[in-house]
């Protein structure tokens, strides 16, 4: 059903003359000069085909006609502000869905939101696998990891890394090449192909050969020794980012989120 163009201006303008009798007070509440306030209810008249307010010896007081629509106009006021408190409340959930590809999820971003989730134990995250680009709206997403050389169409913020390093199991050869979709130099040069960069470093990690991945997917597997660098991180145009469309990237729940997966 095509519904009737409502003048909102308008009507918060009459509701707040009414209750004080007054544009000057009205002006006064909405911030604005009486000569406005009595621009939009003469507007408002002129759009509704009626008088709302005359003036008297008195003061101003309401027609019948204004009088007979304020308290449905009334109700539809709180009606819109308990619908604002509806949209606003999800600001003040504790619950967060990322979506981000399943190799970094497994080796960087679970135990990241473990640490955050111990400073909070109301939080709750749910993960999603997204190894391609996802609908934030489909998806009803808070946040996103992606791969690539800025946040794209979104709001975004990179995650800092020293690029890309090779890596192999320590006292491993290291002539065979692990490949995996996407992998420096890509995957024809390769004698293993796996899945993704995760199992690149497993692979390596097993003693198959080297393998070219992002150092920060690698970076808990340098630290516990699985795996060791062979040369210097080296810099490149691609990196992790989180994103969101502005809306949620604005809320205060994903703010946080992402100032303390940045930290």
């Not at 007081?61 to 604002?84: H, I, N």
């Not at 946040?143 to 913020?157: F, K, N, S």
């Not at 808990?220 to 469309?245: C, F, K, N």
Request: glycine share 10%; charged share 25%.
């Amino acid at each position: 059903m095509k519904r009737t163009h409502l003048p909102l201006n308008g009507l918060r303008v009459l509701d707040a003359a009414a209750r004080h009798l007054s544009f000057t007070r009205a002006a006064d509440e909405l911030a604005v000069t009486p000569a406005a306030v009595g621009q939009q209810v003469r507007a408002l008249e002129d759009t509704l085909g009626v008088v709302l307010f005359r003036r008297t010896t008195k003061g101003l007081e309401l027609t019948p006609e204004g009088e007979a629509g304020l308290a449905a106009l009334r109700d539809g006021f709180l009606q819109f502000e308990e619908a604002v408190r509806a949209m606003q409340a999800g600001q003040s959930s504790k619950s967060l869905t990322v979506a981000a590809p399943r190799d970094l999820t497994q080796k960087w971003l679970m135990p990241k939101l473990a640490e955050i989730a111990r400073t909070d134990r109301e939080l709750r995250f749910v993960l999603v696998a997204a190894d391609e680009a996802v609908e934030f709206t489909e998806a009803n997403l808070d946040l996103a990891i992606r791969w690539g050389e800025g946040p794209g169409v979104h709001e975004g913020e990179a995650l800092e890394s020293e690029g890309l390093v090779t890596v192999a199991a320590p006292g491993f050869g290291t002539d065979t090449v692990i490949g995996w979709p996407g992998c420096p130099g890509g995957e024809a040069q390769a004698l293993v192909q796996v899945a993704d960069a995760g199992l690149a470093i497993d692979a390596a990690a097993a003693g198959l050969g080297r393998t070219t991945v992002p150092e920060l997917l690698a970076r808990a597997d340098l630290a516990a020794g699985r795996v060791v660098a062979l040369g210097e991180a080296q810099a490149g145009r691609e990196g992790y980012w989180l994103v969101a469309p502005l809306p949620q990237w604005r809320q205060k729940k994903v703010r946080a989120l992402v100032e303390a997966l940045g930290a």
